[in-house]
């Protein structure tokens, strides 16, 4: 997967396949027994106060997904991301004991680094989907053996100040359809 090229300031980076269940996994500290259930009114990524949901194409199956954890705020989406990348949303992120790790829906923890860079406090997190629309609403039991899943996603976090959301990019039809229904 790595489209991401390395940054001067990263602190950690991996890439691993994430378990998808109800359409979904999360970015959550470990230590909470409870799950974000978001109004995710951008269609990809929502934030509760336990972590973020984000939301996937297929119902059930394997995502491939990859973090870069920064010291600074990565530059704003260039035109090459825009076109490598289907939606695009950055959301603020608190987390009170410094550890923040994307989990399964199950509790299954892909091999993926903290995404909390500098300890507690609050972070961005930029999410980056594609391939929403190859299996949408359906159940992806198994990929072949050295096959990377159909469906992508990018997350890249750093320390910052708390803000809204920002939307970047919205143009996969899952996700359309998914804003459409909360609207109405």
Known sequence: MHDV??????LAHGSDHVAVEYHQF???????DERPDADVVNGLVGVTEVGAQIVCGMQMGDVGCEVSVRAEAPAAPTALD???????????????????YVVAVDDEAPD???LC????????LRVHARG???HPS?????????????EQYLLITWRAEAGPAT?????DQFGKAYRDSIAG
Do not use: C, F, K, M
């Open 138 to 150: 359906e159940i992806v039991d198994e990929l072949p053996t050295d096959a990377e899943p159909a």
């Open 167 to 171: 939307v970047h990019q919205t143009r």
């Open 82 to 100: 825009l076109e490598r990348w289907d939606e695009i949303v950055d959301v603020s992120i608190r987390s009170v004991s410094g550890n923040l």
């Open 5 to 10: 090229e390395q940054p001067s300031g990263e």
């Open 117 to 124: 860079g500098s300890g507690p406090g609050v972070y961005r």
């Open 132 to 134: 929403r629309d190859t």
């Open 112 to 114: 993926l680094p903290n």
């Open 26 to 32: 999360v970015v959550i500290d470990p230590a909470t």
